[in-house]
C-alpha cells in the first residue's frame, strides 16, 4: 500500500500545535486545525453583541493561537501565503471532517485524562486506517492506548517534534506496542523526506532519546557549576561555540525555552526512572527551586538567568544572575587558557583533545562534565536505543549540537575517555571494556564512503541506516579530492558530477575561491559531465573577503582592485556560460558574492532554510560580482506586454536597494533572488547535495547546450534613472536615508538603468558588467564606504553614515 499524506489535522492549537500546522503547510500539506471553545465570552465580543454560538467565538481560541503564531519570530513559516493552507475549526464543530484526513495528530495539554478524552471523540469519526500520533513528551504509549481500537492501536505511534518545529530537526518515532510495523517505517521516511527532519526511532521510556541525554546534561552541569563556583557567564562561554554548541549555550537557552519547562522534564525522570543510576542528578538544586518561586522562568517573565533592563535613556543592558546571592549584577566577561588554545583550531572535534587536556578551571570543568555525560549515554543502551548512533542524532537534531556525546567521546579517544571517567568515580559500563578488549577503539568509522558505528550486539562496525539518499562530504573528502587549494576542495561525487565545496573562514570569496571556481569549471569541462558548488557548513556563504577590498582601498590600490571584480564577474559568466551545467546549493546565509553564485548558475537547488539576498549596501558598495547586473537581466525578461516596466524595474532595484534577505527559500522566489520553473527547494538539508548532483546528470544527459551570450537586456535609461533619482532625493530629504545611502542608490539605479541612455535601449551582460565595476569602483573611494566596510570588519554589523 502506498500512503500519501494530503491532508493532516492538528488537534491542539498552543505553541505546538500552531508551529507544527505551519510546517505541514510550509511542505505543502492541506491542514485542519482544531482546538477547544471558549467558556465565556472576551469584553470585545460582549461589546459587538457577540454570542457563545456565533462562529467567530467558538474558533476564537484556534484563531488566536495561529495568528500569534504567525506573528512570532523566528517565522515558523515559510512564506506568509502559505498560512493559506491551513483550515481552523474547534473540536465540537468540526471534528467530524478528521474524516477526510490521512493523518491526525494529537497536541493537547500533556495530561493523560484529556488525552484519552480527545482520542474517544477523535475514534467516532477517524477513518479506519488513518495514522493517528500524539506528540506527547512523556506520557507512556500504554496508557495513551487503553480502550482504544484494534485499528487505532495498529496505527498509533508518538511523533515527537522539538521547538520550534520548523526550525529543530528532531523528530522521535515511538511506535506503539501493537504499532504496525509499515506505519513505524512510514513515519520514519516521511519525517526525513518530506518534513525534513532527522527521524529518531526511539523507544517508549521517559523524556524518550533527545530530552532525556539533553536534560541530564543540562542538570548535571547544575550540580558542577555549584561545585566549582563557575559563573554563569563561564558557563556560557565554556558551553557554547567552542564545543560546538549554540551561541545561546546553556544559561540562555534555558531562558529561552523556559525554567518551568526543563523543570518538568527533570521531575518526568526523576519520578519515573527509579532504575536510573544517576537518579540524584535530576534532582531540582535550591538555586532552581529559588527561581521557581520568584518566576524567575526566563524570556517569558522576563527574567531568568539573564535580565533585560534599560536605561532612562532607552537603552539595553544585559544582567546576570549571581548564583550565589541570587541577585542580579552587571555581566563579567569570561577568559579562560585553555579556551585561548583552541583559537587557531577550526575543526571543532579537534578542539575536545585540548580542552580535556586543560590543566585551568576550564579542564577541569570539561573533565567532569563530560565524563559524567560519557557515564550516563554508555548505561542507557538499551535502555532508551539498541543504537548508539540514534542518540547521538537525537542531540545533535534537537540541541543544536555539532558532535553527539559519542561523537565527543570518539574525538578523545574512547580509551582516553574511560581514562577520565575513571578519575571522575565513574564505573565503565561491561559493552565499553569489551569493545576496547577486542581492538575496537572507535564508536564510528567511515568505510567506503559510508558511516558505520560499533553494534554491541553483533560487536562489529555497523553501516549506518538511512545513508543511501545522503552524499556527505565529511566522508568523501580525502578518498575523492581531485583539486584543492586554500579556499576550496573540488570532490568527484560520481557520475561524472564534480562538487566545489567552499573552506575558507565562514565560506568568504576571496581569490583563492574564485580560482578553484574557475578551475573545477576546467576539470568538468574537459573530464566531466556537470559541477554542483556545495558544502556542508553551517551556511553556503557570507560573501566577498570585504577585508581584502577594505585593505585594497585603504591603500588606493584601484587597478587591483578593479582587476580583482573583473576578476569576481567574468568567474561568474563562467559559471553562466560554461559548457557543462552548472548547479549551486546554498542553504543557511547565502548573502552578497554568495547569492551572486546562485545568481549565475544554471540551476539552484536550495535547502528551505536559506537566507539569501544582495547585502552589498550594509559595507557601502552595490553588487559588484554580476549581482546588479543580474537583478536588471531578470527585470528585462520579467517584462510583459503591457506592464509598467519601471515597476518591474523598481522591485528589483528595491531588493538590492533595501539589503533585503529572504527568510526561507520560498520567499527567496518573492524577491527575484530564485526562479520560478528553473530553481528547486529541498526540504532537507542532508539530502541537498545528493539531489543537486541529481538534477546535474539529468541536465548532462538531456544534451545540455553551453548558453550563447546575451545581447538583450532591455534597459530603460533616463525614464528609470531620473525616476529613481527623484524617489532617493525625496527619501533623504525626508531622512530615511542619510546622504551616503543616497549616492549608493543613485550609482545603483545608474547600473540598473542601463545609464543615461535617451530611450529603452536593448544591452549587452557585458555593458552592464562593466558599468557595475565602475560604480562599485567609484564608492571604494568613499570615505564613508571604507567606515562602513571597517566598521562590518570589527562588529559584524552595518553601520549607517
Request: aromatic share 8%; proline share 3%.
Amino acid at each position: 500500500m502506498t500512503r500519501r499524506i494530503k491532508k493532516v489535522a492538528i488537534i491542539g492549537s498552543g505553541i505546538m500545535g500552531s508551529g507544527i500546522a505551519c510546517h505541514f503547510a510550509n511542505i505543502g500539506v492541506e491542514v485542519l486545525l482544531l482546538d477547544i471553545i471558549p467558556r465565556e465570552l472576551s469584553d470585545k465580543e460582549k461589546a459587538k453583541g457577540l454570542t457563545l454560538e456565533d462562529k467567530v467565538v467558538r474558533n476564537r481560541l484556534v484563531n488566536d493561537a495561529l495568528t500569534a503564531s504567525l506573528k512570532s519570530k523566528p517565522s515558523p513559516i515559510y512564506s506568509t501565503k502559505f498560512a493559506e493552507r491551513i483550515t481552523t475549526g474547534n473540536i465540537d464543530d468540526d471534528l467530524h471532517l478528521i474524516k477526510n484526513v490521512d493523518w491526525v495528530m494529537e497536541v493537547v495539554v500533556e495530561r493523560l485524562d484529556i488525552k484519552k478524552s480527545v482520542f474517544e471523540k477523535i475514534e467516532k469519526f477517524r477513518t479506519p486506517g488513518t495514522l493517528i500520533t500524539s506528540n506527547t513528551s512523556g506520557i507512556p504509549i500504554k496508557f495513551m492506548n487503553e480502550g482504544r481500537s484494534e485499528d487505532f492501536q495498529q496505527h498509533f505511534a508518538v511523533t515527537h517534534f522539538f521547538n520550534p518545529p520548523r526550525y529543530l530537526k528532531l523528530f522521535e518515532v515511538v511506535p506503539g506496542p501493537n504499532c504496525k510495523q509499515e506505519v513505524t517505517d512510514f513515519l520514519m521516511m516521511y519525517g526525513d523526506k518530506f518534513l525534513g527532519k532527522t527521524s529518531v526511532l526511539a523507544k517508549d521510556t521517559p523524556a524518550f532519546i533527545g530530552n532525556r541525554i539533553g536534560i541530564f546534561g543540562i542538570m548535571s552541569l547544575f550540580h558542577v557549576v555549584k561545585e566549582m563556583g563557575l559563573t554563569v557567564e563561564e558557563v556560557d562561554k565554556l558551553t557554547g561555540p567552542v564545543i560546538g554548541r549554540p551561541k545561546s549555550a546553556t544559561f540562555r537557552t534555558i531562558d529561552v525555552v523556559g525554567l518551568d519547562t526543563l523543570v518538568h522534564t527533570a521531575n518526568g525522570v526523576k519520578d519515573n526512572c527509579p532504575e536510573d543510576e544517576m537518579r540524584e542528578q535530576f534532582v531540582i538544586p535550591d538555586f532552581v527551586n529559588h527561581m521557581m518561586e520568584h518566576k524567575m522562568l526566563g524570556s517569558k517573565t522576563g527574567k531568568g538567568f539573564y535580565k533585560m533592563t534599560k536605561d532612562a535613556n532607552g537603552k539595553r543592558n544585559i544582567l546576570t544572575l549571581d548564583l550565589n546571592t541570587l541577585e542580579y549584577r552587571e555581566k563579567k566577561s569570561a577568559k579562560f587558557a585553555t579556551l585561548e588554545l583552541t583559537k587557531t583550531i577550526d575543526n571543532v572535534a579537534d578542539r575536545f583533545k585540548v580542552l580535556v587536556a586543560g590543566k585551568d578551571k576550564a579542564g577541569e570543568f570539561y573533565r567532569k562534565s563530560f565524563a559524567a555525560m560519557f557515564a550516563y549515554v554508555q548505561n542507557r543502551i538499551p535502555e532508551i536505543s539498541d543504537e548508539l548512533y540514534r542518540i547521538d542524532d537525537g542531540l545533535r537534531a534537537g540541541f543544536g549540537w555539532e558532535h553527539g556525546p559519542f561523537q565527543i567521546w570518539d574525538a578523545i579517544g574512547v580509551a582516553k575517555g574511560v581514562e577520565i571517567m575513571k578519575a571522575e568515580g565513574h564505573a565503565i559500563a561491561p559493552w565499553v571494556s569489551e569493545m576496547l578488549l577486542n581492538n575496537n577503539d572507535s564508536f564510528y568509522t567511515v568505510k567506503e564512503g559510508a558511516t558505520h558505528y560499533y553494534d554491541i550486539v553483533t560487536k562489529t562496525q555497523t553501516k549506518k541506516p538511512g545513508q543511501d539518499s545522503f552524499i556527505i562530504l565529511d566522508n568523501i573528502r580525502k578518498s575523492n579530492q581531485v583539486w584543492k587549494n586554500s579556499g576550496a576542495v573540488i570532490e568527484d561525487l560520481g557520475d561524472g558530477i564534480l562538487n566545489l565545496e567552499f573552506q575558507s573562514k565562514m565560506n568568504t570569496i576571496g581569490g583563492d575561491v574564485l580560482a578553484a571556481v574557475n578551475k573545477a569549471i576546467d576539470l568538468a569541462e574537459k573530464d566531466f559531465q556537470g559541477l554542483v558548488v556545495g558544502n556542508q557548513a553551517a551556511n553556503f556563504s557570507v560573501g566577498a573577503n570585504i577585508g581584502m577590498i577594505f585593505m585594497m582601498a585603504a591603500e588606493q590600490e584601484y587597478d587591483e582592485l578593479n582587476m580583482a571584480i573583473k576578476y569576481f564577474q567574468d568567474t561568474m559568466m563562467r559559471m553562466r556560460y560554461s559548457a557543462i551545467p552548472t548547479i549551486s546549493a546554498p542553504h543557511g546565509m547565502a548573502l552578497g558574492g554568495g547569492c551572486e553564485i546562485s545568481l549565475h548558475a544554471d540551476k539552484v537547488v536550495a535547502a528551505a532554510e536559506t537566507y539569501m539576498g544582495l547585502v552589498e549596501f550594509g559595507v557601502g558598495v552595490i553588487p559588484g560580482g554580476g549581482g546588479s547586473k543580474e537583478m536588471a537581466l531578470r527585470a528585462s525578461d520579467t517584462f510583459k506586454k503591457g506592464d509598467v516596466q519601471l515597476n518591474v524595474l523598481q522591485e528589483y532595484f528595491l531588493t538590492i536597494g533595501m539589503a533585503k534577505v529572504a527568510t526561507s527559500a520560498y520567499e527567496a522566489f518573492d524577491l527575484g533572488l530564485l526562479q520560478k520553473g528553473k530553481d528547486v527547494v529541498v526540504v532537507n538539508k542532508d539530502r541537498q547535495i545528493a539531489e543537486a548532483k541529481k538534477h546535474a546528470v539529468l541536465m548532462a544527459e538531456a544534451g545540455y547546450t553551453q548558453p550563447a551570450l546575451r545581447s538583450d537586456v532591455l534597459v530603460l535609461g533616463k525614464q528609470a534613472l531620473g525616476a529613481f533619482m527623484v524617489a532617493t532625493d525625496s527619501m533623504q530629504a525626508s531622512r530615511f536615508i542619510s546622504e551616503h545611502d543616497q549616492k549608493i542608490a543613485n550609482k545603483l539605479a545608474y547600473v540598473m538603468a542601463g545609464g543615461d541612455l535617451s530611450e529603452p535601449t536593448k544591452v549587452s551582460e557585458q555593458y552592464l558588467l562593466d558599468l557595475e565595476r565602475e560604480a562599485f569602483l567609484s564608492l571604494c573611494t568613499e570615505r564613508k564606504t571604507l567606515e562602513r566596510i571597517q566598521h562590518m570588519l570589527k562588529t559584524g554589523k552595518p553601520l549607517r553614515n
